[in-house]
């Protein structure tokens, strides 16, 4: 087993692996800043003792809801049962049309309690047309994939606008005229100005994980957007936090939002969350030593950079790990065929960049491991909630010197 909070005796007393800028003089560039969980996760251990709970009652079932059967059929077939507190709270009030400030966790099933009303209220009016804006291209397409679930036979239909890829299929759905339009702020900037997007006809707005886009430094190219939509709008916003930059967005654009916070507990609460300390050993041999346990079935592990990323990808292949890479220089398609072969356990181990950090969904990771320390704590608490997704549990292990 390896070492909890004592130190990791490798079979290398030296780190033979450091990513590029790790032990230079930083030259001409700012130092890398990092964040030390250790103070986190004492904190939250604490909390987890001291303190009970909240139990947020679901006052609906998804056959309560004032929506078409045609959905309630595939919202069955999807899976799912009973409403998550986000969408007990929000399909209502979307429904009735109200602009809604929606404050939830990840994995709290945020995406379908905003698209089950707006194909909703598409399908009883096809001249509805809504636009949804996302942080990341991941994002984005998971959206775009629970959208084409839940409309499924109701004859509404989407187009996916993100980079990556070639504008040519993007341009070819949009001249479609489909009622939804899914992507990222950057391409849906340029194919408005590409006269190719037209925004004046859209009735709906939703930007998802605001705070992130914000972070990402999106907000101009949102403002650009919706300037071109018209005042007589739904407008939804989620995110994880209503501080600072996205309060003032939430003001300048939502008319009287009703807002709805179900964030009874924290992200951190169903991980586990471990130090492993190296100590001046190996730092590869002790991630081995962790990835060849009993358990580690799903892993996901971050890395700073690209470039470190992929000459930690071509170590764990040499020694035996099936692994995929997702980082900011792969093409969508790679990136998207790394994802899939992760959900579909055709790898064990997918390392990524910070890009992954939010907005993908993807069931049962075992172990988040974090070989490169995070720049901050936000950082922090989004790479570990990729684990203990919707109410389960999950392990969270950080590698420090």
């Known amino acids: 087993m390896y070492r909890q909070n004592r130190p990791f005796r490798g079979r290398n007393q030296s780190n033979s ?4 800028g790790r032990s230079q003089s930083f030259r001409g560039r700012r130092r890398p800043r990092f964040f030390d969980p250790s103070f986190l996760i004492n904190k939250t251990k604490t909390s987890q003792e001291n303190t009970r709970l909240d139990v ?54 945020k995406t379908a309690a905003f698209l089950i009303p707006l194909v909703d209220k598409v399908f009883k009016n096809k ?21 084409i679930v839940i409309a499924r036979n109701l004859r509404i239909f989407s187009a996916l606008c993100i980079g990556g890829v070639g504008m040519g ?32 006809g859209f009735t709906t707005i939703v930007l998802d994980e605001v705070d992130r886009m914000l972070d990402m430094g999106f907000i101009n ?11 007589k709008r739904q407008s939804l916003f989620f995110s994880a ?6 309060r003032q967005v939430m003001t300048r654009f939502l008319k009287n939002p009703v807002i709805i916070s179900v964030k009874t507990k924290n992200v951190v609460d169903n991980v586990n969350q471990q130090i492993v300390r190296i100590a001046g050993g190996n730092k590869i041999d002790v991630l081995h030593d962790l990835l060849i346990q009993e358990g580690f079935n799903k892993v996901l592990i971050f890395g700073r950079t690209k470039w470190g990323i992929e000459k930690l990808a071509k170590v764990l292949i040499q020694k035996g790990f099936k692994v995929s890479t997702i980082h900011g220089n792969k093409s969508q398609n790679q990136r998207q ?4 072969q992760f959900k579909r356990g055709q790898v064990k181990v997918l390392l990524a960049t910070d890009v992954a950090q939010r907005g993908l969904d993807i069931k049962d990771v075992t172990h988040v491991i974090n070989f490169d320390l995070p720049e901050t704590e936000e950082d922090y608490i989004h790479r570990i909630g990729r684990t203990a997704r919707a109410d389960k549990k999950g392990v969270a292990i950080t590698l420090m010197p």
Do not use: M
């Open 127 to 147: 001249h509805e047309k809504v636009l949804i804006i996302t942080p990341t291209r991941e994002l984005a397409v998971q959206i775009e994939q629970e959208f």
């Open 17 to 20: 692996f450091r990513g590029r």
């Open 169 to 200: 299929r993007q341009v070819s759905r949009l001249r479609q005229k489909p009622q939804f339009v899914v992507g990222t702020p950057g391409r849906l900037k340029d194919l408005q100005e590409r006269r190719v997007l037209d925004l004046r």
């Open 56 to 109: 947020v009652k679901i006052d609906n079932e998804f056959a309560d809801f004032q929506i078409q059967e045609k959905i309630k059929i595939n919202i069955k077939d999807k899976g799912y049962l009973t409403p998550t507190p986000i969408q007990d709270k929000v399909i209502p009030l979307i429904i009735k049309g109200q602009d809604v400030v929606g404050i939830a966790n990840t994995g709290t099933g």
């Open 241 to 246: 936090t209503i501080e600072g930059k996205v």
């Open 221 to 231: 190219d949102i403002q650009h957007l919706i300037s071109f939509l018209s005042d």
């Open 337 to 340: 065929r790394a994802l899939t």
